[in-house]
Nanobody
Framework: QVQLVESGGGLVQAGGSLRLSCVGS????????MGWFRQAPGKEREFVAA????????YYADTVKGRFTISRDNAKNTVYLQMNSLKPEDTAVYYC?????????????????????WGQGTQVTVSS
């Protein structure tokens, strides 16, 4: 069992930055791949970024590549999402999620179905 709690969301102007954190409980955090997803009003939840269990590989949606960076600190049971050059279209509720996946096939991380545990979400609002 893994419980996840996100923080770091807020209101920021376009071009600004935010750093989201997701703290996990449970002894298996370090063995889980971690992902960030987001959901805007009236839209489906979409993949943002993922990192493998040992942080050897990271994967990004094309819409955030070059602006967002995912990282993790297994000693602190924490995964981060550094978001730079934010745009109004980045406005959404951001969720972190944990998956038992052990693959370097990037496409495997894009689906919500492979994630077993989810946080409650943190709101990110980017004003123009």
């Amino acid at each position: 069992q893994v419980q996840l709690v996100e923080s770091g969301g807020g209101l920021v102007q376009a071009g600004g930055s935010l750093r989201l954190s997701c703290v996990g409980s449970g002894r298996t955090f370090g063995s889980q791949a971690m992902g960030w997803f987001r959901q805007a009003p009236g839209k489906e939840r979409e993949f943002v970024a993922a990192i493998t269990w040992g942080a050897a590989s990271t994967y990004y949606a094309d819409t955030v590549k070059g602006r967002f960076t995912i990282s993790r600190d297994n000693a602190k049971n924490t995964v981060y999402l550094q978001m730079n050059s934010l745009k109004p279209e980045d406005t959404a509720v951001y969720y972190c999620a944990a998956s038992p996946l052990r693959t370097y096939n990037s496409g495997s991380y894009y689906s919500t179905n492979v994630y077993d545990y989810w946080g409650q979400g943190t709101q990110v609002t980017v004003s123009s």
